[in-house]
């Protein structure tokens, strides 16, 4: 299932025209429900930008980074746009009831129930806030960029 989440834009050459931005953003909806379709999502590396950033937060203190969603389109030298970042919002407790139901089934490989014995913090990829590889979110909308509206008076 395609999540279209909310769309950031940023670009170190300018804006984007709406036209664009929903031509892209159409693309990556058909790229997906092919990745999805074929059950390959490999198809979809062109998305994103050679440096783009993934990841997700389980609290405020504990993130996780590997490559509702939120997208970064960045315009690449040449003009293509591509998908800079994205970051997720965890759902733990939906996806530890899952987890554990899948255990409790006997149909769990063995490499998710060692997954699933190690604390959280010490599974590969996870970190905290101070020692993330990448900002939670990327410069331009820490520095708000991207504010659409007004601050509260």
Known sequence: MVSTGSVSTSSTTGGFSRAEIEEFWDSWLDINREAERRGEWGIMADWYAEDATYGWMYTPDEHFMVGGSWFGVERQPGGDLKIGWQRDWFDLGSTAHTFLAIAASGKAPQGLLDRM??????QPGHYRLDDLPS??????????????QESAR
């Not at 014995?117 to 010490?122: A, I, K, R, V």
């Not at 900002?135 to 659409?148: A, H, K, L, N, Q």
Request: proline share 15%.
């Open 117 to 122: 014995s190690l604390n959280g913090m010490e």
């Open 135 to 148: 900002t939670v979110w990327p410069p331009p909308v820490e520095r708000g960029d991207f504010v659409t």
